[in-house]
């Protein structure tokens, strides 16, 4: 069963840094784009960022650009979404997910999501 699991949530203030990780088991992703969305309650899960398992390549939406990283280590099965200079307005739960389509992932259609990991920032 393909499970993804998200860790490395937690209350920071602002300014500073946090590592998500997502641990991915059950099958491989090779094909895959594995991405990072976050959810604030009332609005719209929003996506951040995504890369391609095989290939590295990234995809960040303009207001995360210059502060979160997204990386992957394939032989632990695990993305990761290093955020730096955290804002208030970074708070949400973060979710990863996985699917074989750019376009469906970021579309919020993608097959395979984590349970979600807390981020709150303080000021």
């Known amino acids: 069963q393909v499970q993804l699991v998200e860790s490395g949530g937690g209350l920071v203030q602002a300014g500073e840094s946090l590592r998500l990780s997502c641990a991915a088991s059950?099958?491989?992703?090779?094909?895959?784009?594995m991405g990072w969305f976050r959810q604030t309650p009332g609005k719209e899960r929003e996506f951040v960022a995504h890369?391609?398992?095989?290939?590295?390549?990234?995809y960040y939406i303009d207001s995360v650009k210059g502060r979160f990283t997204i990386a992957r280590d394939n032989a632990k099965n695990t993305v990761y979404l290093q955020i730096n200079t955290l804002k208030p307005e970074d708070t949400a739960v973060y979710y990863c997910?996985?699917?074989?389509?750019?376009?469906?992932?970021?579309?919020?259609?993608?097959?395979?999501w984590g349970q979600g990991t807390q981020v709150t920032v303080s000021s």
């Open positions: 997910a996985a699917d074989r389509s750019a376009v469906r992932l970021r579309a919020r259609l993608a097959d395979y």
């Open positions: 059950g099958r491989t992703f090779n094909g895959y784009v």
């Open positions: 890369i391609n398992w095989n290939t590295g390549s990234t």
